[in-house]
Antibody, heavy 121, light 110 residues
Framework: QVQLQQSGPGLVKSSQTFSLTCAISGDSVSSNSAIWNWIRQSPSRGLEWLGRTYYRSKWSNDYAVSVKGRITINPDTSKNQFSLQLNSVIPEDTAVYYC???????????WGLGTLVTVSS | QSALTQPPSASGSPGQSVTISCTGT?????????VSWYQQHPGKAPKLMIFDVSKRPSGVPDRFSGSKFGNTASLTVSGLQAEDEADYYCSSYAGGSNLVFGGGTKLTVL
């Protein structure tokens, strides 16, 4: 059974950077068939896919246009986890952030419990 | 892209069937057989209920079914049960690295 455990701060100041980590059990961040994603949810923006990382003979990342330039998703093979870093945050980045396994065209089958990140102005 | 359009609410009595619609465009729902549906209870993470328009992940009851016609996808919940009361979200692949979600439908079991 795949489990995703999220960790990271819940409060960050505007213009700063926050990082979240998603530890994987029951699968591997280096799997040749899995894709690892970050998704957020807020009352104003709804559910929003942010980006992904995956390994297919080499590592690849893709990011949503809405956050491109501010987001970095990195795998950590030594700890079997992946991370989200979002720079220059604004209050509109306040949301519950989820990590999830899955693909854009076949859905996300395993989710972390979510982390509420509040950006204070 | 714009969000997919879902009705804000739907309801039905126990045992009845209810259908939730999800309307997109020819660039997302109409272009790909890549519609997913998620169930979300308050304070919980979304749960995948349907993928590839009409496929059910292992463990999802067959009371949940999905379909698509043109630019509109639908989720039908048959034999409504109290535990089906939740928010439901659709999503559609939109090409490249693009995914669009619906705004969500609150399903109430009367």
């Amino acid at each position: 059974q795949v489990q995703l455990q999220q960790s990271g701060p819940g409060l960050v100041k505007s213009s700063q950077t926050f990082s979240l980590t998603c530890a994987i059990s029951g699968d591997s961040v280096s799997s040749n068939s899995a894709i690892w994603n970050w998704i957020r949810q807020s009352p104003s923006r709804g559910l929003e896919w942010l980006g992904r990382t995956y390994y297919r003979s080499k590592w690849s990342n893709d990011y949503a246009v809405s956050v491109k330039g501010r987001i970095t998703i990195n795998p950590d093979t030594s700890k079997n986890q992946f991370s989200l870093q979002l720079n220059s945050v604004i209050p509109e980045d306040t949301a519950v952030y989820y990590c999830a396994r899955g693909s854009l065209n076949h859905g996300f089958d395993y989710w972390g419990l979510g982390t509420l990140v509040t950006v204070s102005s | 892209q714009s969000a997919l359009t879902q009705p804000p609410s739907a309801s039905g009595s126990p045992g009845q069937s209810v259908t939730i619609s999800c309307t997109g465009t020819s660039s997302d729902v109409g272009a790909y057989n890549s519609v997913s549906w998620y169930q979300q209870h308050p304070g919980k993470a979304p749960k995948l209920m349907i993928f590839d328009v009409s496929k059910r992940p292992s463990g999802v009851p067959d009371r949940f079914s999905g379909s698509k016609f043109g630019n509109t996808a639908s989720l039908t919940v048959s034999g409504l049960q109290a535990e089906d009361e939740a928010d439901y979200y659709c999503s559609s692949y939109a090409g490249g690295s693009n995914l669009v979600f619906g705004g969500g439908t609150k399903l109430t079991v009367l």
